[in-house]
């Protein structure tokens, strides 16, 4: 699989960080497979946001639970995220990439990343 993500890069303090994930060589309804979203901060190890399963069925980060949505078009292949009510600690590189399984599945696929800044 391929993914990118799109989204902009600069979003201010208490606004909404809201990304997309397009997808290609598979599909968000593939069998087994599901689809998330993790982030890296400045100097910090990777963060598991969430991930939407074949299903539609969606499990979160219980930290970021109340914050986070993520939702997909299967119309064109791709998934979203949404973070609300952002502070500068939600600024990270952001990733969308694909699981093996829902449950305890491997990361199989990445895109490249796209870099949010949150500053006023």
């Known amino acids: 699989a391929q993914l990118q993500e799109s989204g902009p890069g600069l979003v201010k303090p208490s606004q909404t960080i809201s990304l997309a994930c397009a997808i290609s060589?598979?599909?968000?309804?593939?069998?087994?497979?599901?689809w998330a979203w993790v982030r890296q901060s400045p100097g910090k190890g990777l963060e598991w946001l969430g991930a939407i399963a074949h299903d539609g069925t969606l499990n979160y980060n219980p930290s970021l639970k109340r914050r986070t949505s993520i939702s997909r078009d299967t119309a064109k292949n791709q998934i979203s995220l949404q973070l609300i009510s952002v502070t500068p600690e939600d600024t990270a590189v952001y990733f969308c990439a694909r699981l093996t399984t829902f449950y305890f599945g491997d990361f199989d696929s990445w895109g490249q990343g796209t870099r949010v800044t949150v500053s006023s």
């Open positions: 060589n598979s599909s968000v309804t593939a069998n087994y497979y599901a």
